[in-house]
């Protein structure tokens, strides 16, 4: 290996942004370039945004979303439906349905799924305070909108025998053929479920 | 469009991120939420180092290159062979050529090609530093190092023709398969060029 091309400071720079997930080691160079290149309008910018950020993001105590105040916008929201909770596993999914604008629900974010394979079992993830949330009474529905792998669909039946007893409608999400989707390229599970749940015209 | 989803600490952050080569919009998000979920191990320092690059990289005002300090660490280096010069486009070209180790030369860093279609003369490229350098009667063999496009090689030519007077000594890359390449992926250019060149067994 040369000698370092630069100082200790554009090789420490070029490291943790190798670390993004999205870059290797030259697309990290080449972002660091870019940087430093757009010094004013791009570096000093990024680099305040995440000294902000750093200090002052904190995850919601009610929600598990993360946000710069807690309880979050979206829990503070008075304007949405408090009678409908919408679960996911991480925030990116919370913020996948919000970009869709679909619901004015409120959400509890699981922060990963159940996997006795990798040891996340029922305490590893933000389960007791989604039982909590629905003993409040306030729910009416609790839509369970984890990802629709085997193990997504394990903690959706985990969460749906566990909270049974509280008297709350769950409903889940539908399967089927994605809109755009071409047969071909589908499963066949995903096919058994659309042709089983086939609709009238 | 629907209301943000967090506060607009995190929707900046995202933005900013996005706009590094390499990262789109849905990267961005994925990175950001990576950065807050390693907030102590990535974010924190990460946020540091643009801080200190921000503040403290300069361009060496001699070869080109960026560092910390001005002349750069690579013009400092009494090790170097202060006979011959390898100009370069980019400072990613320079790094290119300090990974693989294979010099112990300076450089000069020009800032890019000429290209007439895109407004980009002799003027706006640091020629006449070049032509400064060479003057000063150290450097014995420039190595003319610019990417084997039509604009690099287009460059190239103008500064050999400037350079010639100087009697200095010019070279070039040279031309031919990639090591690891299959013919079959090379354009006609390469081939002419490595068959003319062939070298005896």
């Known amino acids: 290996m040369a000698a370092p091309v630069a100082g200790p400071e554009i090789e420490r720079l070029v490291q943790l942004l190798a670390r ?5 080691p030259r697309s ?22 995440m000294r902000v950020a750093h200090e002052r993001i904190v995850t919601c105590s009610t929600c598990g ?51 006795p394979l990798d040891g996340v079992g029922p305490d590893d993830l933000n389960i007791a305070g989604l039982v909590e949330r629905l003993r409040g009474g306030e729910v009416r529905e609790t839509i369970i909108a984890v990802n629709a792998t085997v ?32 047969l071909d390229y589908l499963d066949e599970g995903t096919l058994a479920a659309a042709l089983e749940r086939r609709t009238v015209f």
């Not at 993004?20 to 290797?24: A, M, Q, R, T, W």
């Not at 430093?36 to 680099?47: C, F, Y």
């Not at 394990?154 to 566990?162: F, G, K, N, S, V």
């Open 20 to 24: 993004l997930p999205g870059l290797g």
């Open 65 to 115: 979303n993360i946000d710069t105040s807690d309880p979050c916008t979206i829990c503070r929201d008075v304007r949405r439906d408090r009678s409908l909770l919408v679960v996911v596993e991480t925030v990116s999914d919370l913020w996948a349905l919000e970009r869709a604008g679909l619901l004015r629900a409120r959400y509890h974010v699981l922060g990963g799924v159940l996997s």
């Open 151 to 182: 193990d997504g669909q394990t903690t959706a039946h985990y969460i749906a025998d566990l909270i049974a007893p509280l008297s709350v409608k769950t409903t889940r999400l539908a399967h089927g053929v994605p809109v755009g989707g071409e």
């Open 28 to 49: 990290a160079r080449r972002a660091a370039l870019h940087l430093i290149k757009k010094r004013e309008e791009l570096l000093g910018p990024l680099s305040e945004a």
